[in-house]
Structures are given as structure tokens and as C-alpha cells.
């Protein structure tokens, strides 16, 4: 071999290993390249479902009585309400005892009762609150929460009649026991109202809202049929 054609071949050489060091060193810039699939694509998703800054406003309706408001959507979607709260709990712990001891007071009229009236009221009053107990622990179930509330005496609460008035009553027959029966339901029914009343200025809980409202407006009803049955 001349010293031409060495050199001729020294170069072909270099140039062959240049281009070999090129192409590794492109392949590496592509392997660090993020890889497309299933987690790029999560990714993507999740940046885009949080809304656009300048997505539209949300209408809030209000609270009954009250005018709905208009906020911006990244304020309604933080600052959401609570689907319950403290008050809409302590609501229906009271009220399971409460309609307990009205199903309880109605369950001894079939025996005692003088009046037809006064058996009618008393089993409208089972057939409504026996349930309505039922719905209230199903609340509390689906929450998690706990029926009872350790050392509280349910005795206070509005209407609730004593251990010893309830013993009255079950002594009670015929027109006694009308007359101690309406006078008594008529109180408790008043301290159901009552408290209903005050859980829909305070709670947030639509369900019971809902709840509250009919308890108040169908006991405030037996009312009055049980102060016409006093009259006459």
C-alpha cells in the first residue's frame, strides 16, 4: 500500500467511527424523551379537567328565602358546603326518642280510648312517626354516625313527657285517658315543631330540610285537630 492511498484509508476510517459516535449519541437524546401511552395521557387528563380561569360564572341558588348569588366557578368548586352539619346531626339524634315516645304514647290508645277520635289520631300518628324513626337511623347509618349520645337525658328535650306522666297515662281508660292523651300529645307535638322549626334556620342538610319541614307542618295540623277534640 503507497502512502497515498494510506491516508485515503485513515480518513475513510475516521469518518466511519465519527458517524458511529453520532447515531449513539442520538439515540441516547431519544430515549430520554418523555414516553407516550396510558400514563402520558392521565397526565394530560388531569391537568385538563380543572376549569379554565376564565370559564363562566356559577349561579348558587340560596337557602329558602334567601336570593341566589353569582361567584366564580374555582370559588363554588372550593368552597362547597357541607353536605351536613353539627346541627342537622344533633337534630336527628333528638328526634329518634322524641318520635319513639310519641309511637309509644299512640300504641296504648286501641286499648284505653274512649273516643273513636282520639284512637284515629293515635294511630295516624304510628303509622306516620314509626317509619319516619326508621328514615332518621338510616341517616345517621349512611354517615357512619351513632344514634346515641352518651349522657344526655332526653328528658329535657321540648315536649318529651316524664317517667311519670307516661305512667299516668298507661293507668288511664276511657275519657281520662282521652283527656290526659291530647293534653299530653298536644305538648309534645308543639316541642316537635318547635325544634323542627329551628333546624331549618340552621341547617344545611337538604334531606332533612326537607324532613323538618313536613314534621312541622303535619304536627302543627294534629294540633289542631287534638285542641278540637278538647273543646268539645
Do not use: C
Not at 368552597?79 to 299512640?106: C, F, K, S, T
Not at 295516624?124 to 328514615?135: D, T
Amino acid at each position: 500500500m503507497t502512502g497515498r492511498q494510506g491516508r485515503v484509508w485513515l480518513a475513510v476510517t475516521a469518518l466511519a467511527v465519527l458517524l458511529v459516535v453520532a447515531g449513539v449519541a442520538l439515540a441516547g437524546r431519544g430515549d430520554s424523551r418523555p414516553a407516550a401511552g396510558p400514563a402520558a395521557a392521565t397526565t394530560t387528563a388531569t391537568t385538563t379537567a380543572a376549569p379554565p380561569l376564565d370559564a363562566p360564572p356559577v349561579v348558587v341558588p340560596g337557602r329558602p328565602g334567601e336570593p341566589a348569588a353569582t361567584r366564580a366557578a374555582q370559588e363554588v368548586r372550593d368552597a362547597a358546603p357541607p353536605r351536613y352539619n353539627g346541627l342537622d346531626v344533633w337534630y336527628v339524634r333528638m328526634m329518634i326518642p322524641h318520635h319513639q315516645q310519641a309511637v309509644e304514647m299512640a300504641t296504648l290508645a286501641p286499648d284505653r280510648a274512649a273516643d273513636p277520635r282520639v284512637r284515629a289520631v293515635a294511630d295516624r300518628i304510628r303509622a306516620a312517626q314509626g317509619p319516619e324513626i326508621g328514615v332518621l337511623r338510616g341517616w345517621l347509618g349512611t354517615r357512619g354516625l351513632p344514634a346515641e349520645v352518651p349522657g344526655h337525658d332526653h328528658g329535657t328535650m321540648r315536649g318529651m313527657q316524664s317517667a311519670e306522666a307516661m305512667r299516668q297515662l298507661a293507668a288511664a281508660r276511657g275519657a281520662d285517658f282521652d283527656r290526659l292523651f291530647v293534653r299530653m300529645m298536644t305538648a309534645h307535638h308543639e316541642g316537635a315543631v318547635i325544634m323542627s322549626t329551628d333546624l331549618l334556620k340552621v341547617g344545611v342538610d337538604q334531606t332533612l330540610q326537607e324532613f323538618a319541614n313536613a314534621v312541622a307542618v303535619e304536627q302543627s295540623a294534629e294540633i289542631t285537630r287534638l285542641r278540637e277534640l278538647i273543646g268539645d
